[in-house]
């Protein structure tokens, strides 16, 4: 199955055009960022240096956090600087509300001023009232600040929100360059995937997974399963999971896909009774914790197994580390898959990655350079996949 998405020419003329970009800049403000969040910034910055470039007016649009409402902590203000410092890339912060007549009237006159080649960067998506449902009026209110529509947020795709979807259909739109090398690179999963196709699933939410679960099973030969998401299928078997961190709620969702012969849950486990920086650690069949029990990593016995699966692999998709991984030692199930899969990947598999949470343990063991790709969509990759493709911010961009 080909996706095409329409793109913007080589050969168009933008000079004292405006374009509005949609990017994934959800990253954390203060303290250190994650290697997610710098692949996020790092491979948008190509599209904005060569609209400006070109001579284009540059409006970015963005969302930080989940914010109910206008809260500064929130705020896109504060990405200025990082874009300035980090990335060289000159960049103008304006506060005001684009749902606002009057704010938006004065933005218009701003930006009508401002010189070609400029960039500018609003304020949170998210705190327009509008844009998580979509509204219609929203969307043309952004619609008359720019000329164009170019998003190139593959992570926020999975989303039918005003500033993924919604302007692309009141504008001429197009899909940006990381967009695309995300969706061609993702294809591969979806369209006649090399075989044994093989995915490991971590984290924590079994509930937000299932369907994408329940399609790997359909086209993986095997689903490996780990992390507090192995945990209520331990609870479906009616085993005993001590204090481990798991989702009561998705012990039924377990059951039913505990039918599944595809899926692969661990066989022992690594546990500890109090989680400390330096914790006392046991490994233990995964159907025989003791109640003061907690599962912080997958044993070895199920890495052994869980390597010659992989080891006969022609694909491979990870999302979600199988352990605690930002506990040192408790990490070490996470560590081991990223270079196996890494040394199963580029040539011998097709291997990919993607997901908040994994793309730190792939950088702390820097095997990032052997995967085929690592997308910085992880709910969008997974959707990607379970959807075949047809995911809300691609749908207004197919040709």
Same mark, same amino acid.
């Given at each position: ?20 970009? +949609?990017?994934?800049?959800? $990253? ?33 649009? !963005? ?22 410092? #980090?990335?060289?890339?000159?960049? !103008?912060?304006?506060?005001? @509300? ?7 009237? /004065?933005? /218009?006159?701003?930006? #009508? /001023?401002?010189?070609?080649?400029? $960039? *500018? ?11 998580? !449902? ?14 164009? %529509? ?6 926020? =795709? *999975? ?36 075989? &044994? ?19 790997? =099973?359909? @086209? =993986? ?11 209520? %299928? ?9 204090? @481990? ?26 546990? #500890? ?11 233990? &069949? ?13 044993? &070895? ?13 022609? !694909?491979? $998709? ?8 930002? =506990?040192?030692?408790?990490? %070490? ?10 040394? +199963? ?44 493709? /047809?995911?809300?911010?691609?749908? $207004?961009?197919?040709?």
């Amino acid at each position: 199955m080909k996706i095409s998405l329409k793109t913007l020419s080589s050969q168009a003329v933008l000079r004292g055009r405006t374009v509005l970009v +949609r990017v994934d800049w959800n $990253v954390p403000i203060n303290g250190e960022m994650q290697r997610e969040s710098s692949l996020k910034i790092e491979r948008s910055i190509p599209l904005l240096k060569a609209l400006r470039k070109r001579g284009a007016k540059v409006i970015v649009l !963005t969302h930080v956090g989940r914010p109910k409402k206008r809260d500064a902590k929130f705020s896109t203000k504060p990405l200025v600087r990082l874009l300035r410092e #980090t990335y060289s890339l000159d960049i !103008t912060y304006q506060s005001e @509300s684009v749902s606002n007549k009057d704010q938006r009237e /004065k933005l /218009k006159a701003k930006l #009508t /001023k401002a010189a070609v080649g400029s $960039v *500018h960067l609003l304020e949170n998506v998210r705190f327009e009232k509008g844009e998580e !449902t979509n509204e219609k009026k929203l969307a043309q209110a952004y619609a008359e600040l720019g000329d164009m %529509f170019i998003n190139d947020a593959f992570a926020s =795709c *999975h989303r039918a929100h005003v500033s993924v979807s919604g302007i692309a259909k009141v504008l001429p739109a197009y899909a940006g360059p990381a967009l695309v090398e995300e969706v061609e690179a993702l294809s591969r999963l979806i369209d006649k995937p090399k075989g &044994p196709f093989v995915a490991v699933i971590g984290g924590l939410k079994l509930s937000t997974k299932l369907p994408v679960i329940e399609a790997l =099973c359909v @086209s =993986c030969d095997k689903v490996l399963i780990g992390g507090a998401m192995a945990t209520p %299928f331990l609870k479906a078997q009616n085993a005993e999971v001590g204090r @481990s961190v798991y989702e009561k709620e998705s012990v039924p969702l377990a059951k039913k896909l505990l039918k599944r012969k595809e899926i692969k849950l661990p066989s022992d486990v690594v546990v #500890t009774q109090k989680l400390t920086d330096k914790p006392v650690l046991r490994r233990v &069949p995964a159907k025989q914790l003791e109640k003061k029990d907690m599962i912080v990593d997958v044993g &070895p016995h199920t890495l052994k197994a869980w390597a010659e699966i992989i080891g006969s692999a022609g !694909t491979i $998709v990870w999302n979600g580390p199988i352990g605690l991984s930002e =506990c040192a030692p408790c990490g %070490f199930g996470s560590r081991f898959m990223a270079r196996t899969i890494g040394a +199963r990947a580029k040539g011998k598999a097709f291997g990919v990655s993607g997901g908040g949470d994994t793309l730190p343990v792939i950088h702390a063991t820097k095997t990032e350079h052997q995967f085929d790709f690592v997308s910085t969509g992880g709910g969008a990759m997974l959707d990607f996949i379970a959807q075949k493709g /047809k995911l809300p911010g691609l749908l $207004v961009l197919l040709r």
